[in-house]
């Protein structure tokens, strides 16, 4: 479905790209925590979570964030990152905007916001993304930029 990318200068502006989805289990929570040492009750605790607003035991804001954003990788390699990458460049206007619970489905969408050449070798790639669940409810928000080689 999507073209495979070498360079920087294969993509354009307004292409987006959606990628599969993946569940977000109990057990990918408790490893989060783990990994990351937050082992906060809001996602850890059944009995504190159920006095939340949420009503239950939620998914770390930075789990999603991480898997949802490696999706992008689910669509194959040279598809979103073209086989001239160079660097993730930084990520910006993140926002957690509804919760996802244990068992539900994340997918991501990201479109070309920015090309910018920096010089004749190398440039940015800048992406608007959502990580949207099951139901299409945006959860998180952001945008993120990786250095990418360009044709010579």
Known sequence: MYKLKNYLDDFAVNETFITPGRTITDSDVKNFA?????????????????????????????LVLSAGHALAFRLGQHIMLPK??????GMDKIRFTAPVFFNDTIHLESTVSNIT????????????SVIKNQNGVVVISFNWTVACGRKL
């Open 34 to 62: 783990g990994v990351s040492g937050d082992f906060h009750p809001l996602h850890t605790d059944i009995t504190y979570a159920e006095k939340t607003p949420f009503g239950k035991p939620i998914a770390h804001g930075m």
């Open 84 to 89: 001239s990458f160079i660097a993730f460049y």
């Open 117 to 128: 050449y920096k010089n004749d070798k190398m440039g940015t790639l800048r992406y608007d």
